[in-house]
C-alpha cells in the first residue's frame, strides 16, 4: 500500500479499502463519508480550527470499536476519539486522512449501585444525566463542567474536567473508579477498579485528562455522593479588585473550604448583568461568589464567619441568598458570563491558566497592563478558589491583525501564569489550541517522557497523534520564533 | 526551613548504575520494607535529601522533599491548624514523605476524603536515566501534560526516585466525635453502607472485634447534630484507637500471622473465609488474619470483584500483590521501560517482572 513519508495512507484506493472495510464491520448508517454528513464533526468547542474528517464512524458496541481499531491498526490509519465535541482547545479536531470515531451511540446509564454510591455508564452519557438519574437516591455526581448539559462522561474523564466545585470535591480524576477502554491495537483493558484502588500501576490517574492519546474509553465507573444538606451562596462586592483577591486567600485560611468561590471582575459583572439581571452591583469593580455546602448546621456556622472575612477584608456589601431561587440567580449570573461577554464584543479569546492564589493581585495586575498595551478589553472570570483563570479576551477578528496581537497576549498570560508557578490549562486541555506553550512549562526530557508514556499504549502512534505534547521539532520552532519576537528567551528550554 | 538537597548525588549515583549496570534499591526511613517483594540492588539512600521547601497555609500546599520525616511535615502542618487529609500511616518512626507516597497507602479517612494520590499535585523525579524531571505543579487544578505525578503514587519506587512532591493539604476539623455501638459484622456493612448515603460528616468508619466505630467531624455544631440523628454512645479521646487502627496496632493487625489486605465493595456481605476480620474504610478495605492458603483467598474475594494483597508475614516473593490481566502487564512493563530503560529502580518489588 502506498504511504506518505508520516506514514498515512495518501491516496484515493488505500482511503476505499478503508471504508470498503469500515462497511464490513458496522451497519451503513453508522459510516458517514458524505460531506455534508462530515460536517458536523469538523470542529469541537474551538471552532476556530476546522478539519473535515476522512470518514466518520458511530459504533454502538464494544466490540465494534475493537475492530474498528484493529482494523486501523493494521491498515496504519490514525483514529480521533469524539464525544459530545464540547471540548474548549481542540482536541477532537479530525484528521484528513484518519478516521472519526464518534461515540454518540454509547448513551446508556448501565447501572446504579447507590448501596456502593457508584454509577457505571457508557461514555456518551451526558454530565448532568448522571446526577438526575442519582437524584432518586439522594446522590449525585460532582465534578460539573459549565458545559455539563451537554458535554458527555467519556470527554469528561479524556479532559480530566473540573467544574465550579473542584476545591472541595476534586476533579474527574478524583471521582472515578474504573474505566474498560480499547488501546490503539484492539485491545480491551479494564483499568482501575470498582474498590477504592486497584493492584499495579495508577493507569487511571493516567487516562484522566490524557485528551484521547492512550486508549478510547468505552464504559466509565463513577463515584456518587451524597446531596448535602444545604446550598448557601453569598454574594460581595467589592471597590478594588486586589481586596476582593486578598479575601479569597482569607476565607481559605480561615479553615473553610467553600464548596465554590467564583471571582468576577467589573467588565464581566456588568456583559452578566446586561444578560442575565441577576442583580448584582454595577458599580463593584469585583463581586465574589461563595458558596458554603453540607449540613445544615455547618452551613450556618460557615456563613457567619465567611460574612465576617468579607467584611473585614473591605466588601462594601455582602448578601446572602435569601431563598433557593436567589441561590440560583446569583450562579446564573456566573454561569452565563460567557455568552454575555460573547454579546459585547464581536469576539472574545478564552484563556485557562492557573496560579497559586496568592498570585492574583499580581497576576490581575499584569493582565490590565497588557490590557491597556494592546488596547484589548479583558473580563476577568475565576474560580478563585482553585486559581483557575479564565480571562477573556475582547477582540473583533475582522479588524486587520486584532486575532493575531489577542493570540499573542493570550500567550503572555500563559507564560505568565507559568512564571508565577502555574499551569498553561487548569481544565480545559491542551488539544491543539496550547500545544505551543506545552513547550513554556515543560523541558525537552520532560516531552520525551510524556511521548514514551503515551508509546507505552500506543507504540504506533496512530490515537490522537500531533494534539497534547508537542514534538521537540515543534517546540524549537516555537521557540525560534519568540527569539524573534524577543519576548520569550527563555534560555533554559532546550533547542534542537 | 532546614534541609538538605542532595539531588546532586543521587543523580550521580543513578548515572554510575546505569555505567555500571546495577540495580538499586531506593530506601528512605525503611519503614515500609515488610511490605511487598524483596529487591537487591545497591541502596540508593534518599533519606539525606530533606525538608519543607514550602508552605504557604493559604495555598493548601506543601512542597517538601521526599526524604523529609512524615512526622515533621504532619507537625508543622498542625502548626498552621492543617492536616495531610488521608491520613497516613507510619509504620515506624522513621516514615519519610517519599516512602509515604511511593507506597501509596492512605489510613482511615481514606474512603470520605480521597487517598494520597488524590492530593499529589506535582513531583520533582528522577527517571532511570538520570534526569530530574518535573510533572504537575503546585496548583489543584492542571490538566497540561499527563498526569505522571499521581502514576508515581504506589510504584513502590520502580519508576524513577521521588525527590520533591507536592501535596494540597487540608484544615483540621473543629471538632471530632466517635460513636461506638455493638453489632456484627454484617450490621457493620450495611449500617456503614448506609452511612455512604445520607448527607453526615462521616470521616472513618470501621468495623473491630464486635463493635462498629464511626468518627464525625466538621464544625461543632455539624458533629453535634450527626450524633444525634446517628445515636450511638460517643468514646471519649478516640484518637488513640483510631491511630492504632492505622498503625497497625490493634491486637490482631501487628501479629507476625499473614495478614492480607482485601478489597471489595463497601458493601458486599461478610466474606466466608475462616480468620479473624476488621473492617475499615466503610466496609472498602477488610483486614483478614488467615491460615487459608492465599490463592483460596484470591478465588474466594474475585468472585466478588475484589482483589488481595498480603500485607505482612509474607516471605517477600511470590504473587503478594493481586497478579494482573495479561495485556494490562504488557503497559505496566512498557511504562516501566518508558521511565526506567535499564531497569535499575527496585527491580521485582510488585512484580516478578517488573
Redesign the interface.
Known amino acids: 500500500m502506498p504511504v506518505s513519508k508520516d506514514g498515512l495512507p495518501c491516496n484515493r484506493d488505500a482511503h476505499e479499502d478503508l471504508i470498503r472495510k469500515l462497511r464490513g464491520l458496522l451497519p451503513p448508517e453508522a459510516v458517514l463519508t458524505d460531506k455534508e454528513d462530515l460536517r458536523p464533526f469538523e470542529c469541537d468547542g474551538l471552532s476556530v480550527y476546522r478539519r473535515l474528517p476522512l470518514v466518520v464512524v458511530l459504533p454502538e458496541t464494544t466490540a465494534q470499536v475493537q475492530a474498528i481499531m484493529r482494523l486501523c491498526h493494521a491498515l496504519h490509519v490514525p483514529v480521533v476519539a469524539r464525544g459530545a465535541g464540547t471540548g474548549l482547545s481542540g482536541g477532537a479536531l479530525p484528521l484528513s486522512d484518519g478516521v472519526l470515531l464518534s461515540l454518540a451511540k454509547f448513551k446508556r446509564i448501565l447501572h446504579i449501585d447507590p448501596e456502593n454510591a457508584m454509577a457505571t455508564l457508557q461514555p456518551g452519557v451526558r454530565n448532568l444525566a448522571i446526577s438526575d438519574a442519582a437524584a432518586a437516591y439522594g446522590l449525585y455526581y460532582a465534578p460539573d463542567p459549565s458545559s455539563q448539559i451537554a458535554c458527555t462522561i467519556g470527554g469528561n474523564v479524556a479532559e480530566n474536567s473540573g467544574g465550579v466545585h473542584c476545591l472541595k470535591y476534586g476533579l474527574t480524576v478524583h471521582n472515578i473508579l474504573m474505566l474498560k477502554v480499547v488501546t490503539m491495537e484492539g485491545e480491551l483493558l479494564t483499568i482501575g477498579a470498582e474498590t477504592l484502588d486497584s493492584p499495579g500501576y495508577d493507569l487511571l490517574a493516567l487516562m484522566a485528562g490524557s485528551e484521547g492519546m492512550l486508549a478510547v474509553i468505552v464504559e466509565v465507573t463513577v463515584k456518587l455522593l451524597v446531596k448535602p444538606e444545604r446550598a448557601q451562596v453569598l454574594l460581595a462586592a467589592f471597590d478594588d479588585v486586589y481586596k476582593a483577591g486578598e479575601a479569597v486567600g482569607a476565607i481559605i485560611a480561615a479553615g473553610i473550604i467553600p464548596a465554590g468561590l467564583e471571582m468576577m471582575d467589573k467588565v464581566a459583572i456588568h456583559a452578566s448583568e446586561d444578560y442575565a439581571h441577576a442583580g448584582y452591583p454595577r458599580d463593584a469593580e469585583a463581586i465574589l461568589l461563595c458558596e458554603l455546602d453540607g449540613t445544615n448546621a455547618e452551613v450556618s456556622e460557615h456563613i457567619m464567619k465567611v460574612r465576617e472575612i468579607l467584611h473585614q477584608g473591605g466588601a462594601t456589601e455582602v448578601r446572602t441568598a435569601a431563598n433557593e431561587a436567589e441561590r440560583q440567580l446569583f450562579w446564573k449570573g456566573r454561569k452565563s458570563a460567557f455568552p454575555a461577554v460573547g454579546r459585547i464584543s464581536p469576539d472574545y479569546y478564552c484563556m485557562d491558566g492557573t496560579i497559586p492564589r496568592r498570585q492574583l493581585p499580581h497576576v490581575l495586575r499584569q493582565i490590565s497592563l497588557w490590557s491597556e498595551e494592546y488596547g484589548l478589553p479583558v473580563a476577568n472570570v475565576f474560580h478563585a478558589g482553585d486559581g483557575n483563570l479564565h480571562p477573556l479576551i475582547l477582540f473583533d477578528a475582522n479588524k486587520d491583525g486584532e486575532l493575531a496581537r489577542t493570540e499573542e497576549f493570550g500567550q503572555r498570560i500563559l507564560q505568565l501564569c507559568v512564571e508565577v508557578g502555574g499551569s498553561i490549562t487548569g481544565e480545559h486541555g491542551v488539544g491543539m489550541e496550547k500545544i505551543n506553550q506545552m513547550c513554556i512549562q515543560f523541558k525537552a526530557p520532560e516531552l520525551i517522557q510524556f511521548h514514551a508514556v503515551k508509546a507505552a499504549f500506543d507504540p504506533a502512534g496512530l490515537l490522537n497523534p500531533g494534539k497534547a505534547v508537542p514534538t521537540l521539532q515543534r517546540c524549537a520552532e516555537f521557540g525560534a520564533m519568540h527569539v524573534h519576537h524577543g519576548q520569550l528567551p527563555h534560555a533554559e528550554l532546550e533547542r534542537f | 526551613m532546614l534541609g538538605r538537597d542532595i539531588s546532586e548525588t543521587l543523580q550521580q549515583q543513578v548515572h554510575n548504575a546505569v555505567v555500571n549496570g546495577t540495580p538499586l534499591k531506593i530506601e528512605g526511613g525503611n519503614s515500609k520494607v515488610f511490605l511487598g517483594r524483596e529487591t537487591h540492588g545497591e541502596i540508593l539512600d534518599v533519606s539525606a535529601h530533606c525538608g519543607i521547601v514550602e508552605h504557604?497555609?493559604?495555598?493548601?500546599?506543601l512542597t517538601a522533599r521526599s526524604g523529609t520525616p512524615l512526622k515533621e511535615i504532619e507537625a508543622a502542618l498542625a502548626e498552621a491548624?492543617q492536616m495531610l487529609a488521608f491520613e497516613p500511616p507510619h509504620f515506624g518512626d522513621n516514615a519519610t514523605l517519599g516512602g509515604t507516597i511511593a507506597c501509596?497507602l492512605s489510613g482511615p479517612r481514606?474512603?470520605f476524603c480521597?487517598?494520597a494520590?488524590?492530593f499529589v499535585l506535582g513531583c520533582k523525579l528522577l527517571?532511570g536515566?538520570g534526569?530530574i524531571?518535573?510533572?504537575g505543579?503546585?496548583?489543584?487544578?492542571?490538566?497540561?501534560?499527563?498526569?505522571?505525578s499521581?502514576?508515581m503514587?504506589?510504584?513502590y519506587g520502580t519508576?524513577g526516585v521521588l525527590l520533591e512532591i507536592s501535596l494540597k493539604v487540608?484544615?483540621?476539623p473543629?471538632a471530632s466525635h466517635t460513636l461506638i455501638q455493638e453489632c456484627t459484622q454484617a450490621e457493620a456493612i450495611s449500617k456503614m453502607?448506609r452511612l455512604?448515603?445520607?448527607?453526615?460528616?462521616v470521616d472513618a468508619a470501621c468495623y473491630h472485634a464486635g463493635y462498629c466505630y464511626v468518627r464525625l467531624s466538621?464544625?461543632?455544631?455539624?458533629v453535634?447534630?450527626?450524633h444525634e440523628h446517628l445515636g450511638g454512645e460517643v468514646i471519649e479521646k478516640s484518637e488513640p484507637f483510631w491511630h492504632a487502627l492505622r498503625e497497625h496496632h490493634l491486637p490482631f493487625l501487628g501479629s507476625a500471622n499473614p495478614l492480607y489486605r482485601v478489597?471489595?465493595?463497601?458493601?458486599v456481605p461478610p466474606l466466608e473465609i475462616v480468620g479473624e476480620w476488621l473492617l475499615d474504610?466503610g466496609g472498602?478495605?477488610r483486614w483478614l488474619v488467615s491460615d487459608e492458603p492465599i490463592a483460596v483467598i484470591r478465588e474466594r474475594v474475585a468472585t466478588v470483584?475484589?482483589?488481595v494483597?498480603q500485607f505482612r508475614g509474607s516471605e517477600h516473593k511470590g504473587e503478594i500483590?493481586?497478579?494482573?490481566?495479561a495485556?494490562?502487564?504488557v503497559?505496566?512493563q512498557?511504562?516501566k521501560?518508558?521511565?526506567d530503560p535499564h531497569g535499575i529502580f527496585n527491580r521485582g518489588r510488585?512484580?516478578a517482572n517488573l
Open positions: 504557604d497555609p493559604r495555598e493548601l500546599v491548624g501509596g481514606r474512603p480521597g487517598s494520590r488524590d527517571n536515566k534526569e524531571l518535573r510533572f505543579g503546585q496548583v489543584i487544578k492542571n490538566v497540561a501534560g499527563y498526569d505522571v499521581r502514576l503514587v504506589g510504584a519508576l487540608l484544615p483540621r473543629a453502607s455512604l448515603s445520607q448527607p453526615v460528616p466538621g464544625s461543632e455544631q455539624a453535634k447534630h450527626a478489597m471489595v465493595k463497601p458493601a474504610w472498602a478495605q470483584g475484589g482483589h494483597t500483590f493481586q497478579p494482573l490481566a495485556p494490562l502487564l503497559i505496566h512498557r511504562l521501560a518508558s521511565f510488585i512484580y
